[in-house]
């Protein structure tokens, strides 16, 4: 019963992802609305905090985002057979449609309707990936810290783009996790007061009175 169980678990990781990977156009950040809405409010499988918890790692380690938060949510929910599933159930239907398109396309490439129809997925997948900004924006913690990374990070991700600096996107990304490393140290360390000396004499005082 517990093997069908765990069967079970992986076949519907794989149905999830693998209708994510087959019905989200524009890459990673736009499967990001779709994922969260599948795996945190339609599964109950992850809470909001662990699906930005899980943005957060998955854009700072290599690899495609999509990819890399499928296998962190199955990694979660069905250990290393979950993850296994869950990450070849959203490369799946890119390779097979990839695949498929690159042995046509050069008989259509220069056809104007296929034409038209990329524009058209172009503006969609601006479209999605803005709500997944709008999704990703409403988990974060809406502090000073908070709100300071956001706006330092966007103007030195846009200056980076129109290359008036020369700072990879890497970087800026590296630096935040460093930034809220030490901004945690500091407050953690900036939270443990020394007692008082009404505390000193009171813990004095409890000790000598367990003698």
């Not at 706006?151 to 800026?172: E, G, H, R, W």
Request: aromatic fraction near 12%; charged fraction near 15%; hydrophobic fraction near 55%.
């Amino acid at each position: 019963m517990m093997i069908k169980g765990k069967v079970k678990l992986h076949f519907t990781l794989f149905a999830t992802f693998f209708r994510i990977g087959l019905f989200t156009f524009g890459g990673g950040y736009a499967m990001i609305a779709l994922i969260e809405r599948e795996v945190v409010e339609r599964r109950n499988w992850i809470s909001h905090k662990d699906m930005l918890d899980l943005l957060a790692i998955a854009e700072s380690t290599p690899g495609v985002i999509a990819l890399n938060t499928a296998t962190f949510v199955g990694a979660k929910i069905g250990g290393f057979w979950g993850a296994l599933s869950s990450s070849i159930a959203v490369m799946l239907p890119s390779i097979i449609i990839i695949s498929a398109i690159g042995a046509v396309y050069e008989l259509f490439g220069a056809n104007k309707y296929v034409q038209w129809a990329f524009l058209g997925v172009r503006a969609a997948v601006a479209a999605l990936i803005l709500n997944a900004v709008f999704k990703v924006f409403k988990s974060v913690d809406k502090s000073v810290l908070s709100y300071s990374v956001m706006a330092v990070t966007f103007v030195l991700a846009l200056l980076s783009v129109f290359n008036i600096i020369p700072v990879d996107i890497v970087f800026i990304i590296l630096g935040s996790a460093l930034f809220g490393i030490l901004w945690g140290y500091f407050k953690r360390k900036k939270g443990k007061k020394p007692p008082t000396a009404e505390q000193q004499i009171s813990a004095t005082g409890e000790e000598e009175a367990d003698k």
